[in-house]
């Protein structure tokens, strides 16, 4: 299957840093990214949808100017968390959906777990 | 706004033995898609099984099947002969037709499997 490949899967950085994430999908072009965060034993929670060559659209509560998302291309989209505090502290996973034909599942990256100390 | 409920936080089940594993979606659509996503301890999601909402057969893949009922907007999934490989966080998540959508979730169930 297709695959999602994200960067770094583990992170821990200082309160105040950015820290950028990348999402990449190697094998087929994805106009469209999706940015999921979770919580220990919870779900995946919405956080923004990436669009190549236009701007992200953030799902209600999500700031954008604390989660700066980037789609230059048809086949990487970054995640920057801005300012970081350790309330930003998550797993936060990627995925991305083949658009062609009847192959309409999610494909997900490795995740991501940062860390704010 | 599509939903997915699924009411079962934890499960068990003895190794070799079958599980069910409960959803119930909320949606105004007449097409869409289901899934069920299992995530291990490294967090990987992983597509278990899919079901396109106008086909009226039940999806299988192997040991994995579900119970689709479009009318009561359930889809559980059985697992048989389960195995200690089976243990994780299974999703069940609701997809529109459109493949620029993205997945909504349930809350998810922790799938044990005792030896």
Redesign the interface.
């Known amino acids: 299957g297709a695959v999602v490949s994200q960067h770094p899967s583990r992170v821990i950085c200082k309160s105040g840093t950015s820290v950028k994430i990348e999402c990449r999908s190697l094998d087929f072009q994805a106009?469209?990214m999706?940015w999921y965060r979770?919580f220990p034993?919870?779900?995946?929670m919405?956080m923004a949808?990436s669009n190549e060559g236009s701007k992200a659209t953030y799902e209600q509560g999500v700031e954008k100017d604390k989660f700066l998302i980037n789609h230059a291309s048809l086949t990487l989209s970054t995640l920057t968390v801005t300012s970081a505090h350790p309330e930003d502290s998550s797993?936060y996973?990627c995925?991305a959906?083949?658009?062609a034909g009847?192959n309409?599942?999610?494909f997900?990256g490795?995740?991501t777990r940062l860390t704010v100390v | 706004a599509q939903t997915v409920t699924q009411s079962q936080p934890e499960m068990s089940v003895q190794e070799a033995e079958t599980v069910t594993l409960s959803c119930t979606y909320d949606t105004s659509e007449s097409d869409y898609y289901l899934f069920w996503y299992k995530q291990p301890p490294s967090r990987q999601m992983i597509l278990v099984i899919r079901q396109e909402a106008y086909k009226q057969q039940n999806a299988t893949e192997n040991r994995f099947s579900v119970n689709f009922q479009k009318a009561a907007k359930s889809f559980s999934l059985k697992i048989s002969d389960s195995q200690l490989g089976d243990a994780a966080m299974y999703f069940c998540a609701y997809s529109s037709y459109s493949g620029n959508t993205p997945l909504v979730f349930g809350k998810g169930t922790r799938l044990s499997v005792i030896a």
């Not at chain 1, 034993?41 to 995946?44: E, N, R, T, V, Y």
Request: charged share 15%; hydrophobic share 40%; aromatic share 14%.
């Open positions: 106009t469209t999706f979770q034993k919870q779900s995946l919405l949808t797993f996973i995925s959906r083949v658009e009847l309409t599942e999610a997900f490795q995740g």
